[in-house]
């Protein structure tokens, strides 16, 4: 812990990120493989199958997003307090993100289960698609407590820095899913066929098995936070202290996800081959942003490190080396996208609708990938300093004020068809990253200027 703790505060900027992000990048790249495989197989049980999962996506990022408000949350005070060397009051932060992780699970499965069909009643499932959504979204329902408990147990193994960890964690998850999902979905072997069901059960035991392997680490662990349940003492500020962060957080995904409803509205104008083909997109933009994703989770802790030190020079140097890094990163990913649309779009769908409308979506979006990097960057270093609501508002302006508006407006005013749909995603990719990183820059400024006013 002390050798990883010198490295974030002293060790040389560039090489420290890049070698504490590979395996968070690695992690997150092994868990978009399972999005794509998952998509891959499901897929295979026709055009119906795959509308369905489009229509669950967003529910699912909304328990997703909850879960990693709660982890970032958990992660941006265990980093500042590691980094101002609290260790005691580190391991009792650790424990309340599980209490927390556990409640909101238990309220998930509650109104959930109750609430599911009039959920996708109002995204538009028609009757056809309703009980292959339901059949999906009860089952994911009924696993919430693991998908919550992942989400904040990686976060904290981000929040020390134990990023290897969080890649092995990843890892298992998503190497017994990708192995789960062709017995469970076509009933393989001895396993019944349980087609969209196995997809959904696939998760739940795959994350299961990923937070026992990883809640025995923690128990088992040597190091200075291994968990120690007799010593909890409830402080309802450490849970204040989470939600400040993770609560913006959880909204700021929470919108993306009520976006993504929006979108999948708009998409259905046009028919289910036009879901599919945002959906089959969209997908696969997450294998595009992985980079930014992983520097994002990095940079969080790096930056709650070295601002719970009281090093803010070294705090702006951190985000400015990660912010050039990921524009030029994402931009020549997105350079990539451009160029061979129609080759990945083929790989998982073969209906010439779904792939006509798939390579206009990234012949319109994928040119904004770097502005997309900036933005998950900036708001991750703003979520190190301890600073939750700018992902909130930022996510509002990108898809409550820019995307969505925009889209409807193109889309039913000036008649331009599903294009209306990614125009609106490009603008507002690159107005999130623009806006976000003037913003962080224009805080960590004057926080520099009240520090030398000061002394």
């Known amino acids: 812990m002390a050798d990883k703790r010198k490295l974030i505060l002293e060790g040389k900027i560039l090489p420290t990120l890049l070698k504490l992000s590979l395996p968070i990048i690695i992690g997150m790249l092994m868990q978009t493989m399972f999005n794509i495989v998952d998509t891959y197989f499901v897929g295979k049980l026709g055009a119906n199958g795959l509308a369905a999962i489009s229509l669950t996506f967003p529910v699912v990022m909304f328990m997703v997003s909850i879960g990693n408000g709660i982890a970032i949350g958990g992660s941006s005070l265990l980093s500042r307090l590691l980094g101002s060397n609290q260790y005691k009051e580190a391991k009792n932060a650790i424990l309340h993100t599980i209490l927390l992780a556990f409640l909101v699970s238990f309220i998930f499965t509650i109104f959930g289960l109750r609430l599911a069909p009039k959920i996708f009643k109002f995204m538009g499932a028609t009757t056809e698609l309703m009980p292959l959504t339901l059949d999906y979204i009860t089952i994911i329902f009924s696993g919430s407590l693991f998908i919550f408990l992942f989400s904040s147990l990686d976060g904290i193994l981000r929040g020390q820095g134990n990023m290897t960890t969080s890649m092995i964690n990843l890892g298992i998850a998503t190497i017994v899913n990708i192995l789960l ?9 001895f396993f019944p066929r349980l087609d969209m069901k196995g997809a959904a059960l696939a998760t739940v035991i795959a994350r299961g098995i990923a937070t026992i392997w990883t809640l025995f680490y923690f128990l088992k662990s040597d190091n200075v936070l291994s968990l120690d349940i007799k010593s909890f003492k409830f402080d309802f500020n450490i849970i204040i202290k989470i939600i400040k962060v993770g609560f913006p957080a959880s909204i700021s995904q929470a919108i993306f996800s009520v976006a993504l409803v929006g979108f999948n509205k708009l998409a259905s104008a046009f028919g289910p081959n036009i879901v599919a083909a945002f ?4 997908r696969l933009d997450t294998l595009a942003v992985l980079p930014g994703l992983g520097l994002a989770a990095t940079m969080t802790t790096m930056v709650g490190y070295n601002f719970g030190a009281n090093k803010l020079n070294r705090t702006k140097k951190i985000t400015t080396a990660g912010l050039k890094l990921i524009f030029g990163i994402m931009s020549g990913v997105g350079i990539i996208f451009f160029f061979i649309p129609k080759t990945l779009v083929k790989l998982f769908n ?3 609708e779904v792939i006509k409308y798939g390579v206009q979506y990234f012949k319109y979006v994928s040119l904004t990938y770097g502005f997309l990097g900036l933005g ?19 996510n509002l302006i990108r898809f409550g004020i820019v995307a969505l508006p925009l889209s409807w407006l193109l889309i039913f005013i000036f008649d331009t068809g599903p294009s209306g749909l990614w125009t609106g995603m490009a603008v507002s990719n690159v107005i999130f990253g623009v806006i976000s990183t003037t913003w962080f820059f224009y805080v960590v400024n004057n926080l520099l200027e009240d520090i030398k006013k000061t002394s």
């Open 350 to 352: 073969s209906n010439p």
């Open 376 to 394: 998950f960057l900036s708001i991750a270093s703003f979520q190190g300093i301890g600073h939750g609501s700018p992902a909130f508002i930022n």
């Open 279 to 282: 959906g089959l997109g969209f």
């Open 181 to 189: 999902d062709p017995f469970l979905i076509f009933g393989l072997s």
